[in-house]
């Protein structure tokens, strides 16, 4: 099963709106203080949780860049009276997964298991010793940063990762967004066993967690697994906030030189909160611009009309501060100007008009129209409940995102865009680069 | 392309209130209907069987070229349309193409379903394939194509070594297509390809969630129903010869780390009862690759420390020859050759000391699991129907694979383990990492903005 017609596209301002009645989220917080945040369905019999705390890159400090996904990565490798090689056995003997999260924000694991009651109950107890008491014991850590380092090296072979990064750091400059997730091949190899102790023991806490349950448990049973969860932990405190970003002034413009056979576009500036008073004209507008699919504007000037490319896309992220905006494509290489040259021209004419009342109407209905998708198996209504939870959004929000996506105007979307989107504070990354004929 | 995926989660779904209904239309086309009413959603995938397997050399990649052309348009519904009404009716749609299969797919509010079984009703008779939209779209199957492979180490290593280990039979040729033909392709080609192909006796129609299924066989009477069937071309089998001695495939592309692959010919599963080596050879793969504790991670990534990544795959659900695979990344400092052995080392350790109770009972255990799990996706229940089908398999059999699963014995899996993982039938790639070539492009670094 190889090829999709078009790669799927980056839906980060997913989350959903409503239209189904019955996701009756159940909210409160254990007395160590995790915020919990529960779904109870019974229809299979399997369960559903997700743990996060505010330990994603963003805390991490900038000479030992990539500490909070090692430390997550070696959570996991050993902890309280498992070792390594027990975890991974006692949650296949009973068929449950152990999955991981991490980003800027976020730092998290998932656990899918079945419902039964020494099915789950194993999986939790695993888990909870993963939380609590992970070991760090030295011999992994020296084995997994060589992997760590390893993954990089391989990495900063590809043009896709270059252009992210070097985006990534142009945009944020020494903001801790700016840190690229993983870390750098140097300061990885000075993280010692200390840092990851710290780290774990600052960030690990009860206060700094959030738990999503979704699926065949009672409350009673949510409660008691959410506690033995939590219990393991210190209380801590609530965790500093991230330092706003500051806005770009000028943008500038990087060629990063490479092999490949096609360059790689990023463009963009920092452009959107998590709560954001703008969120919904940015996101029904982004619709009509490169993140409606075969609908988007960029989709139908750059590959539909021209053939430059296979994707070309625009995304808003939202975070905790100010996410990415950006615009991407990949064309062969001595197309790149052209190509470059209409993903700019696109954007500056949505700028100057808008979209067309056309336009906004089938953004809305496809967003509107395409509600019950998104909600209508357990794993995607875990994820609602992790981001609700730990961004703490209203519990009501998938309730009111319908409305919200109903009222947004021309004109909002109009001023929003103007607003965030000025052309001039836009960094743009070109990995490749233009060529006037095929590179061999 | 690197890996392959394990897929003992292709079990059995038992849930309660899940029934399927079945019919077979006058012209041919199959209908398959399973009813989940977790959420008001519906998912419609029509199948049809033909894929790269089916091409012929010189137009390789024609079947994925269709594929995209299948959203240009026909004599009612313009290019881009198609895409544009299932948008606007909340749905979300794509395809994709295999060595077996090609298929479409939308998933919708349940009561908007009967807009997509009309479209695609329409387009499965009436394509336009003109030769502008052609010239445009297949400039970006190539974008595609370079996004892909020509830029991806690890999936020209792959090509290369699907090159080797088949000879005759075409899986030896990539989905996508060689480059060079994607370059000299025609219209005509698609055209052909089109004709051939697609009528609704070589289709499937799987729908999936909370339908009337009454209802949706009367649609599919009533949009697919007009449509005539049509001869379709002989299939020839092109078996693969048996392979006499090892294989070996040297791809060198720019990357920073080597990768070996090892893959074996393998039965696939023809039937389902009766059959026992391809699920003992599933079993293997879990016991190779089933968890982060499984033998491979756990001996050459955690003891050893020879490997970065180690992994184990055996999909025996095709309409062609099966591969059982092994692939491993060297860490710094430890040769192919090395990790090759070791690789090697794993298999041998198997056919002479077998595999304990505890570890087979653990890879049933995920099985187990992932019967529950899978349930979970309605998309993916649709797709298990759609694949079984197109392989030729009954899809009512993995209820019986599901079982034949559990009745694995550590026995068989070190028999199956000796029987087909021999050197003999074993082709070896290699990617062999280059340095970077950085030329500075035209207009080299930095420079503010100059648009």
Redesign the interface.
Known sequence: ??????LVFLTTLALAPTA?AGLDIQHWSTPQGARVYFVENH????LDVSVDFAAGSARDPRAKSGLASLTRQLMSLGAGKYE??????K???????LGGRFDADRAGFQV???SGKV?REQAIDVLGAILATPRFDAGILT?EK??V???L??S??R?DYLGAKAFQAAIYGDHPYALNEGGEVATVAKIDRDDLRAFHRDHYRARNMSIAVMGDISRAEAEALAEKLASGLPPGEAPAPIPPVKPVE?????????????SHLFMGLPGLLREDPDYFPLYVGNYVLGG????SRLT?AI?????????VYSYFMPMRELGPFQIGL????EA?DDA??SA?AELERYLQEGPTEAELT?AK?????????R?????KILEYLAVIGFYRLPLDWLDTYTPQVEAVSRDDILRAFRARLR??A?D?VIV?????SPPK | ?KRLLFVLSIAVTT?AHAEIVERTLDNGMRVIIKTDR????AVSQVWYRAGSTDEFNGSTGVA?VL??MM?KGTHEVP??EF??RI??????E?????RDHTAYFQ???KD?LELALKLEADRMANLNLSADEF??????????R???T??N?QARLYEGLMATVFQAHPYRRP??GWMDDLKNMHVDDARDWYQRWYAPNNATLVVAGDVDPARVLAWAEQYFGPISARDLPQRKPQNEPEQNGVRQVVVKA????PVIALAWHAPRLLDPETDSDPYALEILAGVLD?????RLN?SL??EQ?LA??ASAGYDGVSRGPALFMVDA?P??GHTVAAVEAALKQEIARIVRDGVGEQEL???K??V???Q??Q????FYQAMLIGEWTTAGLDYRARDTRFRKLKEVTPEQVREVAAKYLVDDHLTVARLDPQP????????????????
């Open positions: 099963m190889i090829s999709d017609r078009i189904l229809e299979l019999p399997m390594e090689r027990d975890i991974a056995e949650m296949a003997d009973v068929g449950a997964n899918r298991t079945l099915e084995r060589a992997r380092i390893a993954g090296q391989e900063e072979t043009p000028q943008g500038k413009r990087q060629v990063i030189p490479h092999h490949a056979t096609q409606g699919g075969f609908d139908k590959r539909d009309k021209k053939g430059l490319a296979y994707s990949q064309t062969r290489r790149t470059v040259a700019r089938q209905n496809n967003i509107v129209g395409g509600f019950p998708m909600i209508d198996s357990n794993r052309p001039e836009m743009t490749g680069g233009q060529l006037e | 392309m849930v977790r959420a008001p959603v994925h594929e995209h959203f290019a881009g895409s544009r948008a606007a009716a909340g749905g979300r794509n395809a994709f193409t295999s998933t919708l509010q908007r010239a445009k779209e297949i400039q970006v199957v190539m974008e595609e370079r996004l892909r020509e830029d180490p989905i996508i720019p990357a920073k780390l089933g968890h982060a504790s499984a756990q990534v955690r420390q970065t990544e990344t860490a710094e009972a653990r890879v255990a995920q187990l699991a992932s529950v799990y349930q979970d996706s309605l970077m070539d950085t030329k500075p492009a035209r207009r080299g670094f930095g420079g503010r903005h100059d648009f």
